[in-house]
C-alpha cells in the first residue's frame, strides 16, 4: 500500500530533479544510517566494534590504529551506533532484552534501558536526538528519545525486523523481515507501516539494508533458500535484492534481484551478511561470512543493471561488517573470527589493507571457536562447492524457518537450543552424537571431504541409520571441536513472562492443562527440557499421529523435541504443517493421539498455548542424567 502522502516523500521529490541539483542539496551522509555491529564517528575519528561472542564492545582510535578500550555490555550485542557525535554510543544487547548506553571516554556504561525482547538493529539520527532499534521475535521498532535515554514509542514492524536503514531526510525507516526478505517502510511522522516490497518464497536471512544516499534504491543482501533440492550446489545461493522507494506504478518493477554466485564467474561466494555504499555513491561492497570473502562493485544509476562488478577479494574469516569513513577513503571490515576490524584504503580501484586492528581476545575456549569456524565457513573441508555452510539453515544455532524436502522426507530446520541435553538427534533418532554429522559434511548435502581421516561405515538406506553404529566422538579434534561448538546453544527467558520464574495467570491456568493427565503433554515432553529424550537404548520414540506421507522413509516414529523456546520457531511439527501451536492442538491433531485436546474450550486451548509460549521460564538445569560431554557451559 502507498501513503497518501507518498507524492511529497523525499525521494518522490528527489526523483524528478537532475543530478547536478541532487549533488548540491545532498545532506551529510553518515556511517550510521544503516545497522551493523560497526559504527563510525562523525568526524572519522573512532570506531566501535560489538563483540557479540564476547558480550563487549571496542573502541579504536582510527588515526592511532589501536584499541582504546573494551567495554562490558551484556550477553550478545547486535547493533552499535553513536549518538551524535560521541563520546556516548546505544548498543542493543539481544539476549538480554536491553539496550545499553557506554561512555567511551571513560569505559563505562552510563545507563541500561529495558526494552521489547531480541533488540537487533540499530541507527541514529544525525542530531543524536532519535534512535531505532529493531526487535526480532516481536516485530518491533523501538523509537529511543537519546536525550532522556528512553523508549517513547514502540512501532509494529511486521514479522522478524532485524535490518534497518534511515533516509537522508530521516523521514523514514526500511526494515527487513528476516525469514522472508520483505522490505517495509515505516513513515516516523505517524509511526505506521506505509509501503512494503515483498521478496520471492525462497528469499531467507535477510539482516541487513543499506539506502542510497541520493536515489530511491534500497540494497538487501540475504540468501535464497531452495527447500526443494538437496544438494550442494543447488539449495543455497547468495543473492542481492534492489527496491526501487519511489510508489508503485502499473507497469514498474520495484523489486530486482542479483545472484551473487554467478556475480564473479565461476567464484563461488556464500551467505553474504552486510553492503555497504560510499559516501559518493559511487561503489558498493558486500561481505561473505561463508567464504571470507569481499566484492566491490559499481554503482550504475540506470535502473536496469544497478551495480557492475569490480572484483573480489579475501578479507579473514567470518566477515559480517562493513562501514566505509565519513570522507570515503578507507573501509573497516570486521572479521570476527579474526577478532579484527581490517583497514582498506579504497582511493584507488582495487582495495588495499593497510592496516589490522585485534579488537578482542577468542571467547571460550580454542576448542568452541574452531568448532565455529567449521560450524559457519563455505570452504573446504567441509564442503567443496562453497555455497553452503552449517550456518546457512542453522544460523548462529537458530533455525531457518524452511522446511526441506531432505531424502528421508520433509523436515522443518530444528534451533540447537539445549542442544547438549536432549540427544538423540534429528526427528527420527537416527544420529546420537554431533559428530554422527561427519555423514552430512561428506553427503550430497554438503559434499565436503570429511574432518576424519579414513572411511567410515557406509549408509544402507534409512533404516536402520549406520550412524547410530559408527562412534565417531574422539576421532578426530575437528569433529569434537564442532560438536563442542554445536553443544553450547542454551536458550534464553521468554519474554511472554511477566518476570523470570513467573508465568501470568492465563499461563499458570495453562500450566495445569500441560501436566494434566487427562490432556496427557507432560507425557512425553517432561523433564526440565520438556522432552524425554534419552541416550539409553532403546531410544523413545513416539507415533503421535503426525507421520506417514507418500515421501516420508522413515517409520512415523519421532524423538520429542524440546519445547524451550517454542513461541518462535514456527512452523511446527517434524514436516512443519502446523503453521501456528493452535494448529498443533487441533487441525494437525485430529484424532487426539497428540495429546488429548480436542475437549479443550477456545479459552482453554488459548491458556495451554500461553504456557507453551512462556517456555522457558526459568533457566534450565546446565546438568541433566542426559547430558552430553562435548560441549563448554556458557554464561547465560
Known sequence: MNHPTAVASYFSMRSLLPPAVLLLIAPAVLAGASNSLLDVSPDGSRLIVANSDNGTVTVVDLKERKVVREIPVGDHPEGVAWVGDGPVALVSVYRDDKLVFVDTSVGKVIESVACAAEPYGVVATKGGRRAYVTHDYPGLVSEVDLESRKVVRTIPAGAWARGVALTPDESRIYVTNYYTG??????????????????????????????????????????????????????????????????????????????LDTYNGVYVTAN????????????????????NDMNYSTVIDDDYREIEQGGVLTVGKHPRAVRYSPNGKELYVYTTLDFCVNVYDVTKARPA????????????????????????????????????????????????????????????????????????????????????????????????????????????????????????????????????????????????????????AEAERGKSLFFDKMVGCATCHSGPYFTDSRLQKPFLVHDVG???????????????????????????????????????????????????????????????????????????????????????????
Open 353 to 504: 589493507k593497510v592496516a589490522s586492528v585485534k579488537v578482542c581476545e577468542p571467547p571460550h575456549t580454542p576448542e568452541w571457536v574452531r568448532g565455529k569456524e567449521l560450524f559457519v565457513t563455505s570452504q573446504s573441508p567441509m564442503t567443496r562447492a562453497r555455497w553452503i555452510s552449517c550456518s546457512s539453515c542453522h544460523p548462529d544455532g537458530a533455525q531457518d524457518g524452511r522446511v526441506w524436502q531432505n531424502p528421508e522426507g520433509p523436515r522443518k530446520t530444528p534451533p540447537m537450543w539445549g542442544l547438549a541435553h536432549t540427544h538423540p538427534l534429528h526427528y527420527s533418532a537416527d544420529r546420537d552424537e554431533v559428530q554422527d554429522f561427519e555423514y552430512t559434511i561428506r553427503g550430497k548435502l554438503m559434499g565436503g571431504s570429511g574432518l576424519l581421516k579414513g572411511p567410515i561405515k557406509p549408509r544402507n538406506g534409512f533404516v536402520p541409520p549406520a550412524e547410530l553404529d559408527e562412534k565417531l566422538a574422539g576421532r578426530s579434534k575437528d569433529l569434537d571441536a564442532l560438536a563442542i561448538y554445536t553443544n553450547s546453544f542454551q536458550p534464553k527467558l521468554s519474554p511472554h513472562i511477566p518476570a523470570p520464574g513467573k508465568l501470568s
Open 182 to 259: 520483505t522490505l517495509t517502510a515505516i513513515d516516523l511522522n505517524d509511526g505506521k507501516v506505509v509501503d512494503s516490497w515483498p521478496g520471492r518464497e525462497s528469499d531467507n536471512l535477510c539482516r541487513h539494508v543499506v539506502v542510497h544516499p541520493r536515489r530511491p534504491k534500497a540494497y538487501l543482501s540475504h540468501i535464497r533458500s531452495r527447500v526443494h533440492v538437496f544438494d550442494a550446489r543447488g539449495s543455497i545461493f547468495p543473492e542481492l535484492s534492489i527496491c526501487t522507494l519511489t510508489p508503485a506504478k502499473a507497469d514498474g518493477k520495484r523489486r530486482t534481484a542479483i545472484a
Open 272 to 291: 553474504p551478511w552486510e553492503s555497504a555504499i560510499s559516501p559518493d555513491a559511487k561503489t558498493f561492497v558486500t561481505v561473505y561470512a561463508g567464504t
Open 546 to 636: 503426525t507421520g506417514g506421507g507418500a515421501t516420508e522413509k522413515m517409520p512415523p516414529e519421532y524423538d520429542t523435541p524440546t519445547l524451550l523456546g517454542v513461541y518462535r520457531t514456527p512452523p511446527y511439527l517434524h514436516d512443519g504443517r502446523a503453521k501456528t501451536l493452535l494448529d498443533v492442538l487441533t487441525t494437525a491433531n485430529p484424532k487426539d493421539e497428540h495429546g488429548k485436546t480436542s475437549h479443550l474450550t477456545k479459552a482453554q486451548l488459548a491458556e495451554l498455548i500461553a504456557f507453551l509460549k512462556s517456555l522457558p521460564y526459568e533457566e534450565p538445569p546446565d546438568e541433566t542424567p542426559n547430558t552430553v560431554r562435548d560441549r563448554v557451559k556458557l554464561k547465560h
